[in-house]
């Protein structure tokens, strides 16, 4: 019979596997809400925030900055310990939403948004190459928690200006709370990780170990037939040498990186989530309002409900999709993503000759849209943190997450002039008066 100490061990496994669960949950809800708080006032609050800017001005406070931490961090961040990390990314989101909440000056609040957005990007590849030293779950645990922040995330700051009559200053002082919660989450919450090669590869291990010198519990090793069977993917890429370089990503330069971590990964993984992207928030931003019905055949009180509701469907959708992994994982992540372009085409058709003789089909349609989007994102994380040689692992997790980044902003200069096209072509110019309530009464 096993010692009283090992009972109590096995029996608390589970107890911490759990923990491990709910922090990478809140990883996700602190980096995905701090951008999205940021969306809703740039969106919802402009006019007390930047006066006479410019919104676009503004978004691209928002977006530059994080798609350019996805872009270049990844690699030079291998050597820099997680929780110094995790610290950075922490005081940078309190610093930001204190800049933004306090600041009567124009220029400094755009210079909190910059802040906050870097935060974002850079919380986002942080965690998420932190993944890759822990069970494949805890990737679903962190796609569920960036859905469940899409749909928590602005509708909790609604309740809190409207609902409890907060100012933006007393809401983002709250919301500074979050920063904390993530840090009590990485310090006391999280237990260290399993690494691949422990011995031979001290310096991760400094990397990664959130709490000191605590134990690292021995990593399961797969066996290799299983390995080869994971490593059946769409793209061949997976099979070659490439993946047989003796260097680590730490010790290869920028150009190895791209050449035996990064070009493998362009088919099967960063295109498959660009495309999606891209795709998913061209109709969000450039096709989605201007899917209008008259109201009397809508359950809205007036037209602004339409994208209201767009939206939170959209949202549902994605936060159902990127908790179904481990129930239903997808391994043809180019099949949601290529359907994604077909629910744009089929949304311009209807913008252009609003041949649906219901909203109830649109509504349908763009929760599929939030599935599709959800979907992608999860498995392709997902099977990255099963099939990609634990070498690669951490690099090809942050990676690969400037795929959403770069779609994103390819989507938003889209629909800057397809929106206006589209308003314009539309029967009876009902899109170009979107904001006429009684056009549509």
């Known amino acids: 019979m096993p010692p009283p100490y090992q009972l109590l061990g096995q029996a608390a496994k589970p107890l911490r596997r759990h923990g491990d669960i709910l922090a990478f949950f809140t990883f996700a809800l602190h980096t995905t809400s701090l951008n999205n708080v940021i969306y809703v006032i740039i969106l919802s609050a402009a006019v007390d925030l930047v006066g006479r800017?410019?919104?676009?001005?503004?978004?691209?406070?928002?977006?530059?900055?994080?798609?350019?931490?996805?872009?270049?961090?990844?690699?030079?961040?291998?050597?820099?310990?997680?929780?110094?990390?995790?610290?950075?990314?922490?005081?940078?989101?309190?610093?930001?939403?204190?800049?933004?909440a306090w600041s009567e000056s124009l220029s400094v609040r755009i210079f909190g948004i910059v802040i906050a957005s870097f935060s974002s990007g850079f919380g986002e590849i942080t965690f998420l190459m932190l993944t890759s030293f822990y069970d494949p779950v805890m990737v679903a645990a962190w796609s569920s928690g960036t859905g469940a922040a899409g749909v928590l995330g602005a509708v909790t700051f609604?309740?809190?200006?409207?609902?409890?009559?907060?100012?933006?200053?007393?809401?983002?002082?709250?919301?500074?709370?979050?920063?904390?919660?993530?840090?009590?989450?990485?310090?006391?919450?999280?237990?260290?990780?399993?690494?691949?090669?422990?011995?031979?590869?001290?310096?991760?291990?400094?990397?990664?170990?959130?709490?000191?010198?605590?134990?690292?519990?021995?990593?399961?090793?797969?066996?290799?037939e299983d390995d080869a069977e994971e490593l059946d993917l769409e793209s061949d890429a997976f099979s070659s040498d490439e993946w047989e370089a003796l260097k680590t990503p730490k010790d290869m330069t920028m150009k190895e990186n791209l050449r035996h971590v990064v070009r493998p990964l362009i088919m099967p993984f960063i295109l498959p989530m660009f495309v999606v992207y891209w795709a998913e928030y061209t109709i969000n931003q450039g096709v989605a309002p201007t899917l209008l019905f008259p109201v009397s055949k809508t359950p809205f009180a007036n037209v602004r409900?339409?994208?209201?509701?767009?939206?939170?469907?959209?949202?549902?959708?994605?936060?159902?999709?990127?908790?179904?992994?481990?129930?239903?994982?997808?391994?043809?992540?180019?099949?949601?993503?290529?359907?994604?372009?077909?629910?744009?085409?089929?949304?311009?058709?209807q913008a252009l000759f609003s041949f649906l003789p219901s909203i109830w089909i649109v509504f349908i349609v763009i929760f599929v849209e939030g599935l599709f989007g959800g979907a992608v994102y999860v498995n392709v994380f997902h099977r990255i943190r099963c099939e990609v040689p634990d070498v690669y692992k951490e690099l090809s997790m942050g990676v690969v997450g400037m795929a959403d980044g770069s779609g994103i902003t390819l989507a938003g200069l889209i629909s800057v002039v397809l929106e206006p096209l589209l308003c314009c072509a539309a029967p009876d110019s009902v899109c170009c008066l979107a904001y006429n309530d009684d056009i549509l009464l």
């Open 53 to 100: 800017l410019p919104k676009g001005i503004v978004l691209l406070a928002d977006i530059l900055p994080s798609l350019l931490t996805k872009l270049i961090v990844p690699y030079f961040i291998l050597r820099v310990p997680y929780w110094c990390r995790v610290s950075i990314c922490a005081g940078a989101s309190i610093l930001a939403l204190q800049i933004i």
């Open 158 to 224: 609604l309740v809190m200006t409207t609902g409890f009559g907060l100012d933006l200053r007393q809401s983002l002082i709250l919301v500074s709370l979050l920063p904390t919660l993530m840090l009590v989450m990485y310090f006391f919450v999280l237990q260290p990780p399993s690494l691949p090669d422990i011995e031979a590869n001290d310096e991760v291990v400094d990397a990664v170990e959130p709490l000191g010198d605590a134990t690292i519990p021995e990593l399961h090793t797969a066996d290799p």
């Open 305 to 349: 409900d339409h994208y209201v509701t767009y939206q939170a469907l959209y949202q549902v959708g994605v936060f159902v999709s990127r908790s179904s992994v481990t129930f239903y994982p997808i391994h043809r992540v180019w099949i949601p993503a290529l359907s994604q372009v077909v629910i744009l085409f089929f949304f311009i058709l």
